[in-house]
């Protein structure tokens, strides 16, 4: 496991960009931490690598944000995913089997259906700008 701090948004930006360079099409990565925490910020970071012409933004209420690249960055927002059909409806399954970067916030709410190798990245809120982001290393 990593374990970084990081002190403002462009550092954690930085740090998406960097573990992004670690990922391959079909990785699913959880991310967890409440709101504000920077998961947004990472992702963003994550697409600078992967696709840097993406205007990435929270999926809050979109649900999903599918932001193209080779693999495709495809941004999850689990929040008020509450159960299988939910699930399903929102294509998380056929973007895992068609090779894309997954990346789900929120990730508690879909825990028993994330796929055992899923990557996990912890956020917790140090002080107002800090963070502490422990990241899984690939297996």
């Not at 462009?10 to 573990?19: D, L, Q, R, S």
């Not at 990565?29 to 963003?44: C, D, E, H, P, S």
């Not at 495809?74 to 059909?85: A, N, Q, T």
Request: glycine share 10%; net charge negative; proline share 5%.
């Amino acid at each position: 496991m990593k374990i970084i701090e990081t002190h403002a948004v462009a550092e954690t930006e930085a740090a998406g960009k960097v573990f992004a360079e670690t990922v391959s099409g079909g990785d699913v990565i959880a991310l967890y931490g409440g709101l504000g925490m920077g998961k947004t910020a990472f992702v963003r970071g994550m697409a600078q690598t992967l696709c840097p012409d993406a205007e990435v933004s929270s999926p809050t209420f979109a649900i999903v944000n599918d932001y193209g690249g080779r693999p495709p960055l495809v941004h999850f927002d689990m929040y008020r995913i509450s159960g299988w059909e939910d699930l399903e409806t929102t294509g998380f399954f056929e973007y895992i089997d068609q090779g894309a970067v997954v990346v789900t916030e929120w990730s508690e709410n879909i825990e028993g259906a994330l796929p055992p190798e899923t990557r996990r990245v912890r956020f917790t809120r140090l002080s107002d700008t800090d963070r502490r982001i422990e990241m899984e290393e690939p297996q």
